[in-house]
């Protein structure tokens, strides 16, 4: 099993800033992909922005774009996210995904137990 502890969520002001932290243990065999997936209420979870581990190649919804920035620290076998320019809409529980590889085609997901970002305008 994978734990992912996440860190970083709060409560801030239409034009701030937070940043997002997430460390991964346990049985990590072989990292693909670390995310950011978030679910506002009355909605379904949706990606935010995944980091490629192998290339560092990075995707973001188009929501965030230009606004959120994914980071990773492999030695800690962690991730961040870097949001600025909050808007209210970006308020949400912001889970943390590993994609653990177990052989080079199965994997399986993790999360994280969610941090909630409330922005307020």
């Known amino acids: 099993q994978v734990q992912l502890v996440e860190s970083g969520g709060g409560a801030v002001q239409a034009g701030g800033s937070l940043r997002l932290s997430c460390v991964a243990s346990?049985?990590?065999?072989?990292?693909?992909?670390m995310a950011w997936f978030r679910q506002a209420p009355g909605k379904e979870r949706a990606i935010v922005a995944v980091?490629?581990?192998?290339?560092?190649?990075?995707y973001y919804t188009d929501s965030v774009k230009g606004r959120f920035t994914i980071s990773r620290d492999n030695a800690k076998n962690s991730v961040y996210l870097h949001m600025n320019s909050l808007k209210p809409d970006d308020t949400a529980v912001y889970y943390c995904?590993?994609?653990?590889?177990?052989?080079?085609?199965?994997?399986?997901?993790?999360w994280g137990q969610g941090t909630q970002v409330t922005v307020s305008s």
């Open positions: 995904n590993v994609r653990n590889y177990y052989t080079d085609y199965h994997w399986y997901d993790s």
């Open positions: 346990g049985h990590i065999f072989s990292i693909g992909r």
């Open positions: 980091y490629r581990w192998y290339d560092g190649d990075t």
